[in-house]
Nanobody, 114 residues
Framework: QVQLVESGGGLVQPGGSLRLSCAAS????????MSWHRQALGKERELVAE????????HYAGSVKGRFTISRDNVKNTMYLQMSSLKPEDTALYYC???????WGQGTQVTVSS
């Protein structure tokens, strides 16, 4: 069955960096686009970034463009989100999403605070 396991979240100071990982299994990862989403407390879940199957086409939400980088390793079946210049408003639960079967990971918490 499909499994998406996120890791890499944590507490970081404003201006800091984190790299999230999403390890995928149960489907042919290299064939499908993937995406990262986030949900802050009291707010709706929103798209952060998405990437096509081969990794050469990406799209970002305006709020993270220039600060976050989405990538994937189709040999390791893993997607990444490199986050830099983090701001308190980036605080949220970050989810990996497989659109092909509308499957969500369990999420990893990112907290940006001094």
């Amino acid at each position: 069955q499909v499994q998406l396991v996120e890791s890499g979240g944590g507490l970081v100071q404003p201006g800091g960096s984190l790299r999230l990982s999403c390890a995928a299994s149960g489907f042919t990862f290299r064939n499908y686009p993937m995406s990262w989403h986030r949900q802050a407390l009291g707010k709706e879940r929103e798209l952060v970034a998405e990437i096509n199957s081969s990794g050469d086409i990406t799209h970002y939400a305006g709020s993270v463009k220039g600060r976050f980088t989405i990538s994937r390793d189709n040999v390791k079946n893993t997607m990444y989100l490199q986050m830099s210049s983090l701001k308190p408003e980036d605080t949220a639960l970050y989810y990996c999403f497989f659109p092909g079967r509308k499957y969500w990971g369990q999420g990893t918490q990112v907290t940006v605070s001094s």
